[in-house]
Nanobody, 123 residues
Framework: QVQLVESGGGLVQAGGSLRLSCVAS????????MGWYRQAPGKQRELVAT???????NYADSVKGRFTISRDNAKNTGYLQMNSLKPEDTAVYYC?????????????????WGQGTQVTVSS
């Protein structure tokens, strides 16, 4: 069993910064891609940023230059540094990870999600 636990959300004024963390725990062989997604009220969940195990990153156009995704493979932890926050960044932010887990003497990959953390940016 694998769990992803996010932290670091909160209320911040426009222009401020927050740093989200996502810790993966459980029976983990390795973690492939990690990502952050967000869902605002009345909207679909959208990609914010992803990072591969080798460190290659990808960002939504709306956050490029403001957000930075990173990871610490030794700690099974991912981060999202959010700067110059805007009211339109307000959403529940979810961590996602493609985790390789041991299974009956072999390994297989599975997709896991965290419970989400609320980010609210006031104008």
């Amino acid at each position: 069993q694998v769990q992803l636990v996010e932290s670091g959300g909160g209320l911040v004024q426009a222009g401020g910064s927050l740093r989200l963390s996502c810790v993966a725990s459980g029976s983990i062989f390795s973690i492939n891609a990690m990502g952050w997604y967000r869902q605002a009220p009345g909207k679909q969940r959208e990609l914010v940023a992803t990072i591969t195990s080798a460190g290659s990153t990808n960002y939504a156009d709306s956050v490029k230059g403001r957000f930075t995704i990173s990871r610490d493979n030794a700690k099974n932890t991912g981060y999202l540094q959010m700067n110059s926050l805007k009211p339109e960044d307000t959403a529940v932010y979810y961590c996602n990870a493609v985790v390789v887990i041991p299974s009956n003497g072999f390994v297989r990959s599975r997709d896991y999600w965290g419970q989400g953390t609320q980010v609210t940016v006031s104008s």
